[in-house]
């Protein structure tokens, strides 16, 4: 049985005092014997902090970038060696908002993905479809293309140490919720790639669905058989909130 996992992305938002509250809040909500795994995602000059809170909760702390390169004259980067070193354990990779905002291509987010095994982070390898490419119905050559890109490179055993998330750009931010019944299609299109590659790999990787997830309709998508959890935008940033979609998480079966 893949364990469920609910990870909170807080994109760039936030001050140093306002998160340190949500962790302490969150701390509180979400309990440390659900089967499930918990993630926050917070803007790199808060990682210390966040690290420092959670160290003793059940709650693990990843970065929502990572650089390709390992070391060396990249200014304004920062290294998944760092990012290991002050106690991180994931990383968000190929985040839409990175493809679409700062160019990140198929070939750049394979290489950090491999940067980031090699270093003993654990990816969260975002991906998705406009609704361009949803209207004309190239949904699943465009997710075939962004999972082919890592297969390729990286191998199939790549996806036994990381987490999938499929998380439709027209669903990002705008209320609009894939259906569970859209998001399970997807998710077992995802799965259905990888286990052309090797069946007991595919049967494992855990894929997490990210687009408008809110406590009301997490249930719901947590209930299809191909969605292991969600990858939380918006709701991420309301404690209250975040606990009960990790709740709705933790009771699924
Ligand atoms: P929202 O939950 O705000 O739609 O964001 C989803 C997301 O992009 C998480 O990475």
């Known amino acids: 049985m893949r364990r469920p996992m609910v990870a909170g992305n807080w994109k760039m938002h936030g001050s140093r005092a306002a998160n340190s509250a949500l962790l302490t ?108 490419e949803r209207e004309a119905e190239k949904t699943e050559a465009v997710i075939a293309r962004q999972i082919d890109a890592v297969l390729k490179t990286n191998g199939a055993p790549a996806f036994s140490r990381l987490i999938v998330a499929y998380e439709p750009v027209w669903a990002i931010g705008t209320g609009r919720t894939a259906t569970p019944d859209q998001a399970q299609a997807v998710h077992q299109f995802i799965r259905g790639r990888i286990s052309g590659q090797d069946a007991n790999i595919g049967g494992q990787v855990r894929l997490l669905y990210g687009g408008s997830v809110k406590a009301g309709n997490a249930a719901d998508l947590f209930s299809m058989p191909d969605v292991d959890g969600g990858l939380v935008g918006g709701a991420s940033l309301n404690a209250e909130e975040f606990a009960d979609i990790c709740a709705a998480a933790a009771a699924r079966h």
């Open 25 to 132: 809040d969150l701390e509180l909500r979400v309990k440390a014997d659900w089967p499930i795994d918990v993630a926050v995602f917070a803007p790199f000059v808060y990682l210390p902090d966040a690290v420092r809170m959670l160290t003793d909760s059940s709650i693990a702390v990843g970065a929502q970038n990572v650089c390709a390169e390992t070391s060396g004259a990249f200014t304004g980067e920062v290294a998944a060696a760092m990012l290991k070193d002050i106690g991180c354990s994931h990383v968000l990779i190929g985040h839409s908002e990175r493809r679409a905002w700062y160019h990140e291509d198929d070939a750049l987010i394979a290489r950090k993905i491999i940067v980031a095994l090699a270093t003993g982070l654990t990816p969260i390898l975002c991906v998705g479809e406009t609704l361009q």
